[in-house]
């Protein structure tokens, strides 16, 4: 397939100063509360950088063959980090995102078989039915926050695919404290490195243990109720079947709400926000839109029964692809070295921290043709993929601990969005900017109000 050429556009970035910023910058103002602030013009043309944080050892590989080294060909060295564990234990304990060794081992494979590609496009209907829920809720022609019907619909999706539609975990309490607790999340960074106990010294954090309490309270009544046998043939009753079936009672109903909250969490959000970058894009781009809009409809109109569907949205498969160099839901993620080794000629001593960071590597000048502007036809079948590096292109990781849920967010993301653009037209706010947010995962700051309108009335 080949793309009619379009003007050039380059999407908002955080400003880039010619120089590395003071490591303590990055605990105040907006860098503490945006992690992909601050990077200076250096670090998306280096191939390595090390820097001292708080006592800790910190390097950030930017070469695709040291990152494979690290996620890939020695793997075995490299854990979760300890301060990681620590923030994220209130939330999601020793789950599956968490773990390490063999309890990670047994954790994945429990759970591989709810992500095979048949599983998935069995789910295409559900997708496409919780993208329509949503939809019927707009006006005709208004405004509508896309970053929180985004958020709402990743959360219908996750509850119904995989909790057996628990209302529990869909309602708009349950939503805000998951905004806290994840707030919350980044607000520990600071403790956590120091080695210190978080307490509650300011009103996010206390806001975020709201939030994480109340978390594992839904979710440990959830697990509860599906005692001892799991209660159902989905995701849920699987797990917790073949938890018990491996460990004793207590560690595996530890071990079900761990997992619960691990896929409740990461199941929904990062998807979430790759819909908002993606809506944005579109709107942005109006040509573009109307093109993948109509191969959408193209698409949608044998139905959404077909488990092909996904495969006749090439052009939205490449804008998604596109969305995810650009704007990574997740553009970090952290190893410790369990023993030294060396890094692109570097040495690498046990216990330094490891950070891959998605957000530099996709817009690396040595990686990238024009690594700021979006241009789908990078990922278009036929482009040039046989260029690049596999692990330049990280949206999802990559090795052993690749997300096990890649498949269904792509095809997630996908149906929603073919969904959504078959009858709606999204287009900007005037005069409104949109930045960057977030610690842990990346969304548009304070939401993505869009203007949205039925095709009929365009
Ligand atoms: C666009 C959406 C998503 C993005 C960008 C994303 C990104 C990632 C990344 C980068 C990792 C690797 C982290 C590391 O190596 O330290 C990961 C792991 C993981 N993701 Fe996703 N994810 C997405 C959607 C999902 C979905 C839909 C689910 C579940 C339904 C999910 C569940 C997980 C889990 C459980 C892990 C840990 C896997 C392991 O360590 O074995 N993610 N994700």
Redesign the pocket.
């Known amino acids: 397939m080949t793309a009619p050429a379009r003007p050039r556009y380059v999407p908002p970035h955080p400003p880039r100063g010619p120089g590395p910023v003071p490591v303590w910058r990055g605990f105040f103002g907006e860098r503490a509360r945006t992690s992909v602030y601050g990077w200076s013009r250096q670090a998306f043309v280096q191939d390595h950088i090390r820097r001292n944080v708080l006592g800790w050892t910190v390097h950030v590989p930017l070469d695709p063959a040291a990152v494979q080294h690290v996620?890939l060909d020695n793997a075995a060295n490299y854990a979760?980090p300890e301060p990681v564990k620590a923030i994220l234990a209130p939330v999601i304990g020793r789950?599956?995102?968490t773990?390490d060794g063999a309890l990670?081992r047994d954790q994945?494979r429990i759970?591989a078989a709810n992500?095979v590609p048949a599983a998935v496009e069995a789910l295409v209907p559900s997708f496409a039915r919780a993208a329509e829920a949503a939809a019927a809720a707009w006006p005709a022609s208004g405004v509508v926050d896309m970053a929180r019907a985004a958020t709402e619909t990743t959360l219908t999706v996750?509850a119904d695919a995989?909790f057996g539609g628990d209302p529990r975990l869909r309602t708009a309490e349950g939503m805000r404290h998951i905004e806290a607790a994840l707030a919350g999340v980044s607000e520990a960074r600071l403790p956590a490195l120091l080695g210190l106990p978080v307490i509650g010294w300011n009103a996010r954090i206390r806001a975020g243990q709201r939030g994480q309490a109340y978390l594992r309270e839904t979710l440990s009544a959830v697990v509860r109720d599906r005692l001892p046998d799991g209660g159902g043939d989905d995701f849920l009753g699987r797990l917790v079947r073949m938890l018990r079936e491996r460990f004793a009672p207590d560690e595996a109903f530890a071990l079900a709400v761990d997992n619960a909250a691990?896929?409740y969490l990461?199941?929904?959000e990062?998807?979430a926000?790759?819909l908002s970058w993606a809506l944005f894009l579109l709107a942005e781009q109006p040509d573009l839109q109307a093109e993948a809009a109509a191969e959408a409809r193209a698409a949608l109109a044998a139905g959404t029964d077909d488990p092909a569907l996904p495969d006749r949205l090439p052009l939205l498969r490449a804008v998604i692809d596109e969305t995810?160099r650009l704007y990574?839901?997740?553009p970090r993620?952290?190893?410790q070295a369990l023993g030294p080794d060396r890094l692109g000629g570097r040495e690498v001593a046990k216990g330094d921290i490891v950070s891959?960071w998605?957000w530099i590597l996709h817009r690396h000048s040595a990686l990238w043709d024009d690594p700021d502007a979006f241009d789908a036809h990078r990922f278009l079948p036929g482009a040039a993929a046989a260029e690049r590096h596999r692990f330049q292109y990280?949206?999802?990781?990559a090795?052993?601990?690749?997300?096990?849920?890649?498949r269904?967010?792509?095809v997630?993301?996908l149906v929603i969005l073919a969904t959504w653009l078959a009858r709606h037209h999204f287009s900007p706010l005037p005069g409104r900017e949109v930045q960057v947010s977030g610690m842990v995962t990346l969304r548009p700051k304070g939401g993505l109000p869009l203007r949205v309108r039925n095709r009929e009335n365009c």
Do not use: Q
């Open positions: 996620l979760k789950g599956l995102l773990a990670w994945r759970v992500f996750i995989l691990t896929f990461a199941g929904h990062t998807t926000n790759a995810l990574p839901p997740a993620f952290d190893r891959i998605p990280l949206p999802f990781g090795g052993p601990r690749v997300c096990v849920g890649a269904f967010a792509i997630e993301a």
